[in-house]
């Protein structure tokens, strides 16, 4: 199993910029998939962007230019760089790791952009 452990979140002002961090511990090796989701109240879940073990990222069209995914392999954390952040990216994010087709989940961390 692999547990997954975000932080960063917080109250931003709009335009403004978090990082987020999610550690990884456990069974992190063969991890295939390592992403970001986040649900706003009352929406489902999306995808916001994934790297896979080659490094090849992905985003959400709404984000792009504004969000960088990245990893530290040495520290087994991932991270989400968010700038020019908007009232719509208000949400619980969520990481999320992928071993041998197997999903985990982190508990989330809640992001707040507003005035």
């Known amino acids: 199993q692999v547990q997954l452990v975000e932080s960063g979140g917080g109250l931003v002002q709009p335009g403004g910029s978090l990082r987020l961090s999610c550690a990884a511990s456990?069974?992190?090796?063969?991890?295939?998939?390592m992403g970001w989701y986040r649900q706003a109240l009352g929406k489902q879940r999306e995808l916001v962007a994934f790297?896979?073990?080659?490094?090849?990222?992905t985003y959400i069209d709404s984000v792009k230019g504004r969000f960088t995914i990245s990893r530290d392999n040495a520290k087994n954390t991932m991270y989400l760089e968010m700038n020019s952040l908007k009232p719509d990216d208000t949400a619980v994010y969520y990481c999320?790791?992928?071993?041998?087709?197997?999903?985990?989940w982190g508990k989330g961390t809640l992001v707040t952009v507003s005035s």
């Open positions: 790297m896979t073990s080659g490094g090849s990222t």
């Open positions: 456990g069974s992190i090796f063969s991890i295939n998939v």
């Open positions: 999320n790791a992928i071993r041998n087709g197997i999903p985990s």
